[in-house]
T-cell receptor, first 113, second 112 residues
Framework: KAGVTQTPRYLIKTRGQQVTLSCSPISGHRSVSWYQQTPGQGLQFLFEYFSETQRNKGNFPGRFSGRQFSNSRSEMNVSTLELGDSALYLC????????????FGPGTRLTVL | QKEVEQDPGPLSVPEGAIVSLNCTYSNSAFQYFMWYRQYSRKGPELLMYTYSSGNKEDGRFTAQVDKSSKYISLFIRDSQPSDSATYLCAIPLGAAGNKLTFGGGTRVLVKP
């Protein structure tokens, strides 16, 4: 079974631009969560989508948004990029059942110049 | 106060030694606890999932929860160089427990 895939793997943008990251979950998984990982703040939860609806939300500004499609694939968008948005963005998928295990993708490394 | 805190390390041990990793958490209502392992340039992978207090063993890995102290631990016996990674404790929160709150991670280096 294929794992969680994320595209692109690496991205360089400049301040003020916007970016869209993509995540394809494991087949059959309908929940997709997004996390930001930085050396200073560690791994922080952004949001979770299940059945095309946002179910959980972290403490990030409105510049960070996401969506989920009917095939469970998800995208996250960051508008008006700031230098501090440079991070590894991780996507995780799950079945959303009891003893819920989230399976992480390899991440997208975003660098904002 | 952060919901879960973890010593960042790094922790360097010789091959074969026992690795001891710890986290503290803030809310006594937390019931589920997880340990993830993250290799360089990879996403985290789940190692252990525990509920309530006590020990849980899986091969060379033992997870321990002390709810009275709000303390969780992970022990790695007979450590191998392949165990060199960052270990993160996590607590599932939010709807369906899908909002994982992570400790800062401890980097472990097992030297041959």
């Amino acid at each position: 079974k294929a794992g969680v895939t994320q595209t692109p793997r690496y991205l360089i943008k400049t301040r003020g631009q916007q970016v869209t990251l993509s995540c394809s979950p494991i087949s059959g998984h309908r929940s997709v969560s997004w996390y930001q990982q930085t050396p200073g703040q560690g791994l922080q939860f952004l949001f979770e989508y299940f059945s095309e609806t946002q179910r959980n939300k972290g403490n990030f500004p409105g510049r960070f948004s996401g969506r989920q499609f009917s095939n469970s694939r998800s995208e996250m968008n960051v508008s008006t990029l700031e230098l501090g948005d440079s991070a590894l963005y991780l996507c995780a998928s799950s079945l959303r059942t009891a003893r819920n295990e989230q399976f992480f993708g390899p991440g997208t490394r975003l660098t904002v110049l | 106060q952060k919901e879960v805190e973890q010593d960042p390390g790094p922790l360097s041990v010789p091959e074969g030694a026992i690795v001891s990793l710890n986290c503290t958490y803030s809310n006594s209502a937390f019931q589920y606890f997880m340990w993830y392992r993250q290799y360089s340039r990879k996403g985290p992978e789940l190692l252990m999932y525990t509920y309530s207090s006590g020990n849980k063993e899986d091969g060379r890995f033992t997870a321990q929860v002390d709810k009275s102290s709000k303390y969780i631990s992970l022990f790695i016996r007979d450590s191998q160089p392949s165990d060199s990674a960052t270990y993160l404790c996590a607590i599932p929160l939010g709807a369906a427990g899908n909002k994982l709150t992570f400790g800062g991670g401890t980097r472990v280096l097992v030297k041959p």
